[in-house]
Nanobody, 120 residues
């Protein structure tokens, strides 16, 4: 009964910023950590960041640490603020719920993804 919907992707120049949103619904939404993953064409899905249910715990992949910030509001929405974007960040970004950790197999629910393209 958990549904996730990402938004906020788009086309930006090298060094630009985007803010992604993950809106959740369903009775069990927010009961576990929420993660962000990304996948470029022909590559495996990789971990970006996760945040605990209360927001007390945040963890980032080394490739984005210092540039990206994960957060959540008082409603059922998780955000990913992406600054100083690089062409290497180009990918479809997905949010995930119902799990915990840095591996895709640890999560039970996934959004459809939002495309982020960084031009050089």
């Amino acid at each position: 009964q958990v549904q996730l919907a990402e938004s906020g992707g788009g086309l930006v120049q090298d060094g630009g910023s985007l803010r992604l949103s993950c809106a959740g619904s369903g009775r069990t939404s927010g009961s576990k950590a929420t993660g962000w993953f990304r996948q470029a064409p022909g590559k495996e899905r990789e971990f970006v960041a996760y945040i605990s249910r209360t927001g007390d715990i945040k963890y980032y992949a080394d490739s984005v640490k210092g540039r990206f910030t994960i957060s959540r509001d008082n409603a059922n929405t998780v955000y990913l603020q992406m600054n100083r974007l690089k062409p290497e960040d180009t990918a479809a970004y997905h949010c995930a719920a119902g799990g915990w950790g840095t591996n895709t197999n640890e999560y039970d629910y996934w959004g459809q993804g939002t495309q982020v393209t960084v031009s050089s």
